[in-house]
């Protein structure tokens, strides 16, 4: 079974960053693309960004320059970069195996997330 691990959230002023990290066992990381998706309250997970195996990325449009995702297949573990981050941002980020063409999930089991809070 996979195993999805999510650190690195927190408290950060409007403009800060952070840097949120997803440790992945259970899979062939190195096979798999990664979507880091976030929940705010009240609302519905959404994705925000992806990267595929080989290392192409997408993002939603309102994280686009602010937001980098990287994977490191040595150490089985993707890493959103935040940066000039909002208030909006707020929400428990996680991540998830997925399809990098359709975007579908393709791995039932969610991590427990991290939170991050961007005060105004």
């Known amino acids: 079974q996979v195993q999805l691990v999510e650190s690195g959230g927190g408290l950060v002023q409007a403009g800060g960053s952070l840097r949120v990290s997803c440790a992945v066992s259970?899979?062939?990381?190195?096979?798999?693309?990664m979507g880091w998706y976030r929940q705010a309250p009240g609302k519905q997970r959404e994705l925000v960004a992806a990267?595929?195996?080989?290392?192409?990325?997408r993002y939603i449009d309102s994280v686009k320059g602010r937001f980098t995702i990287s994977r490191d297949n040595a150490k089985n573990t993707v890493y959103l970069q935040m940066n000039s981050l909002k208030p909006e941002d707020t929400a428990v980020y996680y991540c998830?195996?997925?399809?990098?063409?359709?975007?579908?999930?393709?791995?039932?089991?969610w991590g427990q997330g991290t939170q991050v809070t961007v005060s105004s």
């Open positions: 990267i595929s195996s080989g290392d192409n990325k």
């Open positions: 259970g899979s062939i990381f190195s096979m798999n693309a």
């Open positions: 998830n195996i997925i399809n990098y063409w359709s975007l579908s999930i393709l791995n039932d089991h």
